[in-house]
């Protein structure tokens, strides 16, 4: 994890009129050997023709940007809203350090580079207009990357903290497969923030999650937070039928109960393997996973496993977590 966050990258790209931002000017002065270039519009690195998304895993640059528009999203299909009426994401990064195989970013975007907004006060301004429109909203932030890895580049989340804690009507998730948030949230007022891990057996992360953190460093993380008095949500996603899945995923949920406090889980969803069918064909040009080229079915243009595989998986592994954790807690995505 740390080789990631102490990485050099070896060309930052920046958008000219962004060149005296305050946060583009912190971001370059961690990165004093990298390469500078200053463009128009990041699009012209990002947005390219006959780019690989895999190879570029191998040498990511980071590009510095304004974003133009879109920037708080309503909540996606493709995640649980918790019951909540009012759900809302945000990205002020795009795409990831980690490299997970079965991510739908490699699917969604031409190019595996880092973009990062640095216009932060529009975001503001269209959260606070948002939340004098709902009573109560839940806003997922670092959609599309796994932000509390890039907080020593530039800390977004600090940042968002006080503005949710100012608004004081939103509750915002940031979900991670990392282990080091809870030095990310240490000293800070996260009374609003939902702190959130995604978990999978560690058979199954070294195979898919390449260069994320094993499943020991996350629950260690997760017991840091627990042990400040916050409440964390838990999520299985994505579930992957492979081999004698049920078998590993129940041995999972032993080593989550018999390790963490009871009392401070808050939820926890469990979700298959899922993705845009559009995303999946794009991913297919360039990555050769396995978990990638399986018999999938289509529903309204989402592959995922057949229904009938799923149904038998959900009731075993619900009537499995029942042993742990109430009903009404357990969340299926």
Not at 209 to 234: P, Y
Not at 244 to 258: A, M, P
Request: charged share 25%; proline share 3%.
């Amino acid at each position: 994890m740390s080789k990631l966050l102490n990485r050099s990258f070896s060309h930052i790209y920046v958008e000219k009129q962004v060149a005296n931002n305050y946060i583009t000017k912190n971001i370059l002065s961690k990165f004093k050997d990298s390469k500078v270039i200053y463009i128009d519009d990041y699009k012209e690195v990002f947005s390219g023709f006959d780019q690989n998304f895999s190879i570029q895993k191998q040498s990511q640059k980071i590009i510095i940007a304004e974003k133009k528009d879109n920037f708080i999203y309503q909540g996606s299909k493709m995640c649980h809203d918790f019951n909540n009426s009012a759900f809302f994401y945000a990205n002020n990064i795009i795409n990831c350090l980690f490299d997970c195989k079965y991510c739908y970013l490699g699917g969604m975007y031409p190019s595996s580079n880092i973009v990062v907004f640095v216009n932060i006060e529009e975001f503001f301004y269209e959260i606070e207009k948002i939340s004098k429109s709902y009573k109560n909203i839940y806003l997922s932030y670092g959609y599309d990357t796994d932000i509390p890895i890039f907080e020593n580049i530039y800390p977004f989340i600090g940042e968002w903290i006080n503005k949710i804690n100012e608004l004081g009507n939103i509750k915002m998730e940031i979900r991670t497969k990392s282990n080091i948030f809870h030095n990310v949230l240490s000293n800070k007022n996260i009374d609003n923030v939902i702190p959130a891990w995604t978990l999978n057996p560690q058979k199954f992360i070294e195979k898919y999650e390449k260069k994320t953190a094993n499943l020991d460093e996350r629950l260690v993380s997760i017991k840091k937070v627990q042990d400040m008095g916050i409440k964390v949500r838990l999520s299985i996603d994505p579930i992957i039928i492979e081999g004698d899945f049920l078998k590993e995923y129940k041995l999972l949920i032993d080593k989550i109960f018999n390790f963490l406090n009871h009392e401070f889980i808050r939820d926890l969803s469990i979700g298959f393997f899922r993705i845009p069918n559009v995303y999946l064909k794009n991913l297919k040009k360039h990555s050769n996973s396995p978990i990638i080229f399986n018999n999938f079915e289509v529903i309204d243009s989402i592959a995922t496993y057949p229904l009938k595989e799923k149904e038998t998986a959900i009731n075993s592994l619900i009537n499995y977590l029942n042993r742990f954790i109430e009903r009404e807690k357990i969340f299926i995505i």
